[in-house]
């Protein structure tokens, strides 16, 4: 049954400036989009807390190109990031999870900074980022300071972030064109749905057919924290990417990944599907590598 | 409970509402302004029923609280009854049979309103895409597709 949040207060700062004074301040739990907070207050006991509304700070709200890498404010909806070309074309996988991340209802109002401070295993916008190597932005009314996505996460639902702090940017070095990217997700049903397993790839070709001299590989909702493949990484570079190379590949995720057994799937399940996500994802960069496209 | 004060657009026109802060537009619409058109699923994102427009775009008003409202313009089902050029729309949810409970129907329409603004001829893939988020227990969607096909705004 979901409870009435009529005895919540909240506070809606006009400038970020305002919000981060407003965080030192006091204690608070931060709304932007509202799409898990509001389900998380209304089925859990809600601690007597307050709540920062940033969603109306504008200035969070941007793509922009600077450079070599692209920016993101972190109140960025997932339908904007989605519908963005130089997302597409610069950062492929997280275009793919935007378009599978859910309705548009849903898109309309989740911002990728929420799906980042949310933590859960399964955000789709999460192993792209790993996969991209991402920069987080962080900021306090003390300053500013950046984490590589990777060290941001540091177990479930814990993430190098401090009471007074926003995320407020997310950037990263721009795909180029020998670099080929891939977002796959498995889901029980095609609509509504969260990852079973999420598997993102950004892989760099080399000069010669089928050889890949870089790869980074990242899997989301079979570990506590979204995680990096390192031994299918390693793997994938070793040598021309060959059928028997993508299956071993593929294999070794499971050196990387520990998945539980929810309602979604068995952890034998999840195991195999990250290896068969994998595959398909080697598969796909595999023949557009060999296309040009 | 604290009210606050808030003033936004509501199916063309400025209304102001006393409302707990976090209470949801949802519970505000039909509880406070009596706009019962919109219809509550779920409570959490999933079913789509209170799909309402929010500055032209299609959210949920239940995972939308009232400090998020403030200066918007809001369109509800109710809003669509009293403007011809959504009639139409309405209209065709009636010729071809996509209403059976009706309890889904308000943000089945408020969806395919949203789609027909951007592509006022979907296909059946970007129809069926666009609708994702609404769910109908009934009709099996399939005459709600066709209905949304028609076109139209």
């Excluded at chain 1, 984490?147 to 009471?163: A, E, H, Q, T």
């Excluded at chain 2, 008003?61 to 089902?77: F, H, K, N, P, Y």
Aim: aromatic share 4%.
């Amino acid at each position: 049954m979901s409870l009435s949040l009529s005895d919540v207060e909240v506070d809606s700062p006009a400038t970020l400036t305002e919000a981060l004074q407003l965080l030192g301040r006091s204690k608070y739990r931060v709304i932007a989009g509202g799409t898990d907070v509001l389900i998380r207050m209304r089925t859990g006991p809600i601690p007597n807390e307050k709540l920062l509304n940033i969603y109306q700070l504008d200035e969070l709200r941007y793509i922009r190109s600077d450079g070599e890498r692209l920016r993101i404010g972190s109140l960025t909806c997932i339908a904007d990031i989605a519908a963005s070309p130089e997302i597409r074309r610069f950062a492929l996988p997280l275009a793919q999870a935007g378009d599978e991340f859910g309705s548009m209802q849903l898109t309309n109002k989740a911002t990728i900074g929420g799906n980042l401070a949310n933590a859960s295993p399964s955000g789709d916008c999460i192993p792209p980022l790993y996969s991209l190597d991402a920069v987080l932005t962080v900021a306090s009314a003390g300053g500013k300071r950046e984490i590589p996505v990777k060290d941001f996460f540091r177990g479930y639902k814990k993430l190098d972030m401090r009471p007074e702090e926003l995320i407020t940017e997310i950037s990263f070095r721009k795909m180029a064109g020998d670099e080929y990217g891939q977002y796959l997700r498995h889901t029980l049903r095609l609509g509504e749905a969260i990852s079973v397993v999420g598997v993102s790839m950004c892989l760099k070709k080399g000069p010669t057919r089928d050889e890949y001299v870089a790869a980074r590989i990242a899997l989301g909702a079979v570990a506590p924290t979204v995680m990096r493949a390192p031994k299918s990484e390693e793997i994938v570079t070793q040598g021309t990417l060959d059928e028997a190379r993508m299956r071993d590949a593929s294999k070794a995720v499971l050196e990387s990944i520990s998945p539980i057994t929810d309602v979604r799937g068995t952890g034998e399940y999840r195991r195999e599907m990250a290896v068969n996500l994998t595959y398909r994802g080697l598969r796909e960069i595999q023949a557009r590598g060999r296309g040009g496209t | 409970m604290a009210l606050k004060e808030y003033s936004f657009t509501l199916n063309g026109k400025p209304v102001v509402v006393r409302a707990p802060p976090a209470y949801d537009l949802l519970d505000t619409l039909r509880d406070v302004l009596g706009l019962t058109g919109t219809k509550n699923g779920c409570s959490e994102g999933e079913c789509g029923a209170c799909t309402v427009l929010m500055n032209g775009k299609a959210v949920h008003s239940c995972l939308t609280i009232m400090e998020q409202v403030r200066g918007a313009d809001v369109v509800t089902i109710e809003g669509l009854a009293s403007d011809p050029e959504s009639q139409v729309l309405l209209r065709r949810f009636a010729e071809e049979g996509a209403v059976q409970c009706g309890y889904c129907t308000p943000g089945v329409v408020m969806a395919s309103k949203a789609l027909l603004m951007r592509n006022p001829m979907p296909s059946a893939e970007e129809t069926k895409e666009a609708l994702r988020g609404n769910l109908c227990r009934c009709t099996g969607y399939s005459k709600i597709v066709k209905a949304v096909m028609k076109g139209g705004t």
